[in-house]
């Protein structure tokens, strides 16, 4: 019993002894900073790029992405694990004070990119335009509209019966939330019997190949192999196509701002990420992947 006691406390001892060496290494090549990042699968691709390229502009620093969804991200900021959170949607009052309560700092929002919410459909579905109306009639609880018919008189090839298969995203999904909110409003829901999928790819995916299809996506995503929707507020009035210039001019009726929030305001590594993140060079690099950006092109020289 003795020797087993004594043995357990050399363990212990040794444990230890090795967590100390590990930190003392880790501190003394500790000019390198690691940033965690995580959140919008929205954002994901672009915080990637923004990632590999400013490992290159600053080599001590290295940003760790991953994604998951915004309130993945957000859930993470609340719980202090991350120091950037990515989002395509606001943060909840409650989210936001569920942070004070956790860390005793503020939610700072920091606005990245600009976007809009593409609805797509197969290239081979002949519809061409849409308006907020019927998709309040595909989309919403309650809503009549299950066939393409019952939207216009329209006969889809290929699609059985003429049902209309709604893709959708998952409800930590931040492009759920806010294409929920900003065609059905804060107090009506998705109708049940929608295909729930995990990413926006999955979402163009599964679009591309199903001719039935309808679903929404940020306007990073698109493909050539899926239609976006011209979009109207209502049936008749002129509809406007989701583009870069449509979104930056709010012209497009779910164009919105892309975030990252940090824990209090910035500082150090951070600070200087998010400033290179919304300067010229990180913008560039938000136009290059299909979205918009909030600052103007840097000069060619």
Excluded at 29 to 50: E, F, M
Excluded at 253 to 278: N, Q
């Amino acid at each position: 019993m003795h020797w087993d006691k004594t043995l357990r406390r050399s363990t212990v001892i040794f444990s230890i002894a090795m967590i100390c060496v590990f930190l003392a290494c880790t501190k003394k090549q500790g000019a390198r900073t690691i940033i965690q990042n995580k959140g919008s699968d929205t954002l994901v691709n672009v915080a990637q790029a923004w990632a590999e390229r400013y490992h290159q502009v600053n080599q001590k620093v290295s940003i760790a992405v991953t994604g998951g969804g915004s309130g993945i991200g957000i859930a993470a900021l609340i719980n202090g694990t991350v120091d950037i959170a990515n989002a395509s949607r606001s943060i909840k009052p409650e989210e936001a004070q569920k942070a004070k309560q956790n860390t005793g700092k503020d939610a700072v929002l920091h606005v990245v990119a600009l976007d809009a919410i593409a609805v797509i459909v197969s290239k081979d579905n002949p519809i061409k335009d849409i308006s907020i109306e019927e998709l309040q009639c595909i989309w919403g609880e309650g809503g009549a509209c299950s066939k393409w018919s019952d939207v216009r008189n329209i006969n889809v090839p290929g699609c059985a019966n003429n049902e209309i298969v709604r893709v959708s995203r998952q409800s930590n999904s931040g492009t759920y939330q806010y294409f929920r909110e900003a065609i059905l409003g804060e107090r009506r829901d998705f109708k049940l019997g929608s295909r729930d999928m995990h990413g926006s790819k999955d979402v163009v995916d599964l679009v591309e190949k199903t001719v039935c299809a309808i679903s929404y996506t940020g306007m990073g995503y698109l493909s050539p192999n899926v239609r976006a929707l011209c979009i109207s507020k209502k049936r008749g009035q002129p509809c406007v196509e989701p583009t870069p210039q449509t979104a930056l001019n709010r012209t497009y009726p779910i164009a919105r701002e892309l975030y990252m929030y940090t824990l209090g305001e910035p500082t150090g590594e951070i600070k200087a990420y998010l400033d290179w993140v919304r300067a010229p060079e990180g913008q560039k690099i938000v136009n290059e992947l299909g979205y918009v950006s909030i600052a103007p092109p840097p000069k060619a020289e």
